[in-house]
């Protein structure tokens, strides 16, 4: 579903991504890992058209993304969420979800107009399942400024699955979450990949990673060091050596 | 009673102006091009009655169009400038504006007299009001039902998607972008209906004071129009209205009794204002827009 | 044929004119550029402080008939103080991150030093002296005017002694750091007040050698020259790249000279109009001006 083919960005000197290949197929669940300053971040923007590469390419559903800006993207189907939370402060939860971009039968069944005024009960119920699913029903009017953290994390999460995306791009969902939080992210996880989404999570939680993918890629430097289940990459030299004393953590 | 009438005309004519600013300012563009698109709705206006003779609605609606499409032809350059630098942009575009109309000649002879913008000697004699027997309580009412359909319109769309999306812009371009708004679209959909506005203002300022100076299109108008919506706050359109009322009831005329001297206490006092409370008029809102408008970077805007 | 040749003479002249004239151009965009690129906000107060110094030059002259080298040093240490009080009244008490507030304050600045000068001067234009306004050049079909090379000189003269300031100075050394850091500028130890009112200060100097220029070159000094004055710097600040000196120098004498081609061929009243759609061609085609960069790059 989506190709990553000797995908390169250089900032000036700095090689944040490096000639990488990858491809993640439908329905799989991705994780990607590495040190910090490995270029996942980078990588996540180059998927999701924030950067424009260097050189490579980057292909989904068979076809190239260059020059699709981000809301282009999300209209081919890939979504993603921010590593530090980009909510709509000044709006409240429900409105955030609102002009976030509903699916695209949603759209394509109304008028601009009605699409504008966004007062269709297709959309409003389509609304509501999302913060059923966010568990966020009962904050619909508080403004997103004002949520707990993990409630933001939820918020930032159902926008990006209100698009009804098919490729799922999470970057570092997990980030200052304690355990129990953790371990409900993952069950949202799963039931997104239940939902028909493939997901590709970048992530530095260990747990998170090792309990919920399929397959895992290793970044160091921009480049991919190591390729495998999660057993397989935690057993890889070249793996322990890049986290130096990550290597113990599951 | 004349004096209050025209005061209340201009307070009209201002909040027009600020809410043409208002919409620009919710999707982060800071534009001191509405002097400009003011103009060009006066200048329209007062060309098609005077010269064409067309009645005072059509003349609104063309100016209207008019400076709608200068607006939208103006809103594609702006996207690619950001920040302080579309102030100065829009500064640029307002001058251009000033300084063609400056230059505007076009005198016609209509019933043995001269009539028509006449360059660098203003556009006197815009007498439609008083050819067509309008007294001057007649032409309030008429300006303020006009305030009053674009404020009802704004407060309106504040309630629908409409308001959301543009404040969404406004506050975040990156994250709108990525969650599927077309911020293109919705920039220059803002601008085009600024300029609407900002012309509608204007074509009912030509009619009011009759004579257009080129003086009057200056940066410092420019200045007023997003100051009542930035005074005023972001939150809805009355405190773009209280804005007007404060600086223009208060601050213009009230200081009138200096005289000369009313311009330096305004400097003093602007000075005063943005020192002892700089944000203190602003809700949280108005300063998160104002902060992502002038390219002011947060600790969190590594993506 | 001869018309031809005629035409490209008068044209050639127009232009080398106003490169002449464009120096005084560039030390104000200079002036904007230093500011934008120490603190990342623009003064709109600049050009109204350096013909305040010109003002107070100018005084010097009609009180105490001082020589023209002393009007020009009241002019800059006259505009020097304005150009610290404006910091002082506008940006050094508003909080960094806000622009705004700051572009308010500075436009309030102005209009007060305006409205006093409007006041002393009771609005009518006074006459400011000139040097060598009586020497003239005689190159082939061209005639260069003594009083433009003058103001030309003086303005490579300051812009050199800027440069020495701020790359062979350890006050420049400050000036730079604060630009690109403040706040590590700040842990090392550097005032970044101290600092940024030097910064307006020198820029201040600057503004009233300039705004003395030009009045010398125009031989008129009155407070109608203020607006078009903060416009044009802001434009040649633009130009050359907000933050950039060799930008602004560059720009300021093209400008001077574009502006002057097209007062020849379309008359005063057009002529400021083609300088702001020049400016507005730059901005929305090459943004970053002619060469983008911040005042710290060597």
């Known amino acids: 579903m989506l190709e990553i083919k000797t995908l390169s960005k250089y900032f000036g000197g700095v090689k944040a991504v490096d000639n990488l290949d990858l491809q993640v197929e439908r329905g799989e669940i991705v994780g990607l890992i590495g040190p910090n300053g ?33 809301s282009a993207r999300l209209k081919h189907g890939i979504a993603r969420t921010f590593q530090n939370i980009r909510l709509f402060g000044g709006l409240t939860v429900w409105q955030n979800l609102w002009v976030a971009r509903n699916s695209t039968e949603d759209i394509q069944s109304q008028s601009i107009l009605r699409r504008w005024l966004g007062s269709s009960t297709t959309l409003k119920r389509e609304i509501e399942t999302m913060l059923e699913f966010s568990d966020l029903a009962d904050k619909a009017d508080v403004l997103a400024s004002n949520l707990a953290f993990g409630e933001q994390r939820r918020l930032e999460l159902a926008r990006a699955v209100a698009a009804k995306p098919q490729l799922l791009l999470l970057d570092e969902p997990a980030a200052g979450m304690n355990q129990a939080e953790v371990a409900e992210l993952e069950q949202r996880i799963r039931s997104l990949r239940e939902q028909g989404i493939t997901i590709l999570l970048v992530e530095h ?17 921009g480049s991919k060091i190591a390729e495998g289940t999660p057993n397989d990459v935690q057993e890889n030299a070249a793996v322990q050596e890049a986290y130096l004393g990550h290597s113990d953590q599951s | 009673m004349d004096y209050y009438l025209n005061l209340i005309n201009t307070i009209g004519i201002h909040t027009l102006l600020g809410l043409s600013a208002y919409l620009l300012i919710l999707t982060g563009q800071v534009s001191m091009a509405q002097a400009g698109f003011f103009g060009i709705g006066a200048y329209t206006a007062a060309i098609l009655t005077v010269i064409f003779e067309w009645s005072i609605l059509s003349a609104i609606g063309a100016a209207m169009l008019v400076s709608g499409g200068v607006a939208f032809l103006v809103g594609f350059p702006a996207l690619r400038v950001k920040g302080l630098m579309l102030v100065v942009a829009t500064v640029a575009f307002s001058e251009f504006a000033r300084m063609f109309f400056y230059n505007v000649k076009w005198r016609v002879i209509r019933d043995g007299a001269e009539i028509g913008p006449n360059g660098t000697m203003g556009f006197p004699e815009i007498r439609y009001f008083n050819d067509n027997g309008w007294l001057n309580w007649e032409v309030t009412i008429f300006l303020w039902v006009f305030v009053a359909i674009v404020m009802a319109l704004i407060w309106w769309s504040d309630k629908t998607r409409i308001g959301a999306v543009l404040r969404a812009v406004g506050e975040d371009e990156l994250a709108a972008d990525s969650t599927g708004i077309n911020v293109t679209v919705v920039k ?3 601008m085009t209906a600024g300029g609407v506005i900002a012309g509608l203002a204007g074509s009912l300022y030509a009619h009011q004071v009759t004579d257009l100076d080129h003086h009057t299109f200056t940066v410092l108008l420019a200045t007023f129009a997003i100051a009542y919506p930035i005074l005023g706050g972001l939150s809805n359109v009355f405190g773009t209205l209280i804005a007007v009322l404060f600086i223009q009831g208060l601050l213009v005329e009230g200081l009138r009794f200096l005289g000369d001297w009313r311009m330096l206490l305004f400097g003093v006092l602007i000075i005063l204002a943005m020192n002892i409370k700089p944000l203190g008029l602003f809700d949280n809102q108005t300063i998160r827009i104002l902060r992502n408008a002038l390219g002011v970077k947060r600790q969190s805007d590594s993506v | 044929m001869e018309d031809f040749w005629y035409e490209f003479v008068e044209v050639t002249q127009a232009i080398a004119d106003g490169l002449l004239f464009g120096s005084t151009y ?16 623009l003064n709109m107060a600049y050009a109204a402080a350096a013909l305040g110094g010109a003002y107070a030059g100018l005084a010097g002259f009609v009180l105490i008939k001082a020589p023209l080298v002393l009007v020009f040093g009241i002019s800059a ?10 910091y002082f009244a506008c940006f050094r008490f508003i909080p960094v991150n806000n622009h705004l507030a700051a ?15 409007v006041h002393v001067t009771r609005g009518s234009p006074l006459t400011f002296p000139s040097m060598f306004s009586d020497v003239f050049f005689e190159l082939g079909p061209y005639g260069i005017r003594g009083d433009l090379v003058f103001v030309f000189i003086i303005g490579l003269v300051s812009t050199g002694v800027l440069l020495y300031i701020l790359f062979r100075t350890r006050l420049g050394l400050a000036t730079r750091a604060v630009a690109q850091q403040d706040i590590a500028a700040r842990l090392c130890g550097i005032g970044v007040h101290t600092t940024n009112s030097v910064t307006f200060t020198i820029a201040g100097i600057l503004g009233g050698v300039a705004g003395a220029m030009t009045a010398a070159a125009v031989g008129v000094l009155s407070p109608v020259m203020t607006v078009p004055l903060t416009v044009k710097g802001i434009i040649v600040a633009v130009i050359g790249g907000l933050g950039s000196i060799p930008g602004a120098i560059i720009a300021g004498l093209f400008v001077g000279g574009f502006e002057n081609v097209f007062l020849y061929f379309r008359g005063i009243d057009e002529r400021d109009m083609y300088v702001v759609a020049l400016l507005f061609l730059f901005l929305v085609f090459r943004p970053n001006g002619l060469f983008g960069t911040a005042i710290t790059r060597d």
């Open chain 1, 38 to 70: 490995s270029g996942k971040s980078t990588l996540v923007n180059l998927v999701c058209g924030v950067l424009k590469p260097t050189s490579g390419e980057v292909i989904f559903k068979g076809r190239s993304m260059a020059g699709q800006l981000p």
């Open chain 1, 205 to 221: 939680v260990m747990q998170l990673v090792m309990g919920v993918t399929d397959r895992i890629a290793v970044l160091n430097f």
């Open chain 2, 188 to 190: 220059v959909a803002a």
């Open chain 3, 26 to 41: 560039a030390l104000i965009g200079i002036g904007f550029t230093l500011i934008f690129g120490a603190m990342g906000k």
């Open chain 3, 77 to 86: 240490a006259a505009a020097a103080g304005l150009g610290y009080a404006i």
């Open chain 3, 103 to 117: 572009l308010m304050a500075s436009v309030g600045g102005l209009f007060f030093i305006d409205e006093v000068v």
